[in-house]
């Protein structure tokens, strides 16, 4: 499937709003791979941005679901950090939201998957059963799972994906890990290069790299370290197709944000995004609880977009975000393959 594209680049599916139906069709069309992203919404309206895919494109597209998991919470200490960050939404005159552990519609999403046969689902922050993977396998879907260490690439192989997306540390948004994630800062975080390498080792199933790529370069290097396709979010963040809100796709070019940071601080589970007052505040006071903390800041990052207060919303984005260009989602892809064809070196 993979090897089938024209075009070695899938735009990374990208929850919150990012991932349209338009900007993931625009990359389709082009010959490479859109996604949509299918966490946070409700089974009724990813079912939706799939019908108007395939009203818009016949290429092949896929679409990305978040792994419920069954980790333990201290509600207890959820609710400390709930009643320290109100502080934050006093001034807006909401109230946080409950923290609550859902599956984001798990079961209904895989059934509307199933009935939809979408071409290619991937999944993040676990692994999903032999059993669903070979279910949708037999629908008709090419499977990919989100890896970020070694050990992760051997059980989603050995559950029976198709291809993996290899995260590097380097990647925006939150991070895929499944094992010991809460744990996860005082292990190894691998760069991008360093785990396409490790993991060709050990695994031989088509490797999707992901993290910081940017440009052409990026990409040949991808593919000479062993990958087969190159899984590019941040790069697609200021297309004028992409849904990120203007706040967001406004702070990518604001001086006022120079590096980015991993932080748990917004939903309880680390993600990459631009270092602002908010991380620098409360990543020390979060605990690893995901969703509940998702679900108790979500209220308040609403309320800082709607009043484009860039300090207090998640503004994901890898560390190559100072190249994210504003320009249609078809030609990004068009100048990145010139680009890995070496025709604008210095671009
Ligand atoms: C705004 C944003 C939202 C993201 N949402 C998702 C998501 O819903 N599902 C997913 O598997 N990955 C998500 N990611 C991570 C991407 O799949 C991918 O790993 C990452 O974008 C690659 O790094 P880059 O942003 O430096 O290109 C998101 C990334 C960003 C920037």
């Known amino acids: ?64 679901l978040f792994v419920p998991s069954n980790d333990v919470v201290d509600l ?40 939809l046969r979408v071409p290619v689902v991937s999944f993040t922050f676990g692994c999903p059963s032999v059993e669903v993977i070979n279910n949708l396998k037999q629908n008709g879907s090419y499977i990919i799972v989100t890896v970020t260490t070694p050990e992760e690439a ?13 995260q590097g540390i380097e990647a925006g948004g939150h991070r895929g890990s499944f094992l010991h994630n809460r744990l996860h800062s005082q292990e190894e975080d691998y760069p991008l290069l360093v785990l396409l390498r490790l993991i060709a080792e050990s695994v031989d199933i088509p490797l999707i790299a992901a993290g910081g790529i ?29 849904g990120a809100h203007p706040v967001h796709k406004a702070a990518l070019i604001n001086p006022r944000f120079t590096s980015t940071a ?35 800041t979500k209220s308040l990052r609403k309320a800082a977009a709607q009043t484009h207060n860039p300090e207090l919303m998640s503004l994901w984005a890898g560390q190559g975000y100072q190249s994210a260009q504003e320009i249609p989602a078809e030609e990004l892809i068009h100048l990145l393959m010139k680009q890995v064809r070496g025709n604008e070196p210095n671009e």
Request: hydrophobic share 40%; glycine share 10%; aromatic share 8%.
């Open 1 to 64: 499937m993979l090897k089938s594209l024209s075009i070695p680049i899938i735009q990374a599916p990208m929850a919150g709003g990012a991932s349209t139906p338009t900007l993931a069709s625009a990359v389709s069309r082009a010959g490479g791979l859109g996604f949509l992203a299918g966490g946070y919404k409700t089974a009724e309206e990813m079912r939706g941005e799939i019908l108007t895919m395939y009203q818009q494109t016949k290429s092949p597209f896929g679409v990305n």
């Open 76 to 115: 207890e200490k959820v609710n400390d950090y709930r009643e320290k960050v109100q502080t934050e939404a006093n001034p807006f005159g909401i109230r946080l939201g409950e923290p609550l552990a859902d599956d984001d519609e798990w079961e209904e999403k895989i059934a509307v998957i199933m009935e």
């Open 154 to 166: 051997l059980i989603a192989k050995g559950s029976g994906a198709d291809a993996l997306s290899v």
């Open 214 to 242: 940017m440009h052409g370069k990026d990409i040949t290097t991808a593919l000479t370290a062993g990958a087969c396709a190159a899984q590019l979010g941040t790069a697609f963040l200021r297309c004028p197709e992409s």
């Open 262 to 296: 991993i932080t748990h601080a917004f939903t309880g589970r680390r993600a990459r995004g631009l270092l602002n007052r908010f991380m620098m505040e409360y990543d020390n006071m979060a605990p690893y609880a995901y969703p509940h903390v998702h679900h108790i």
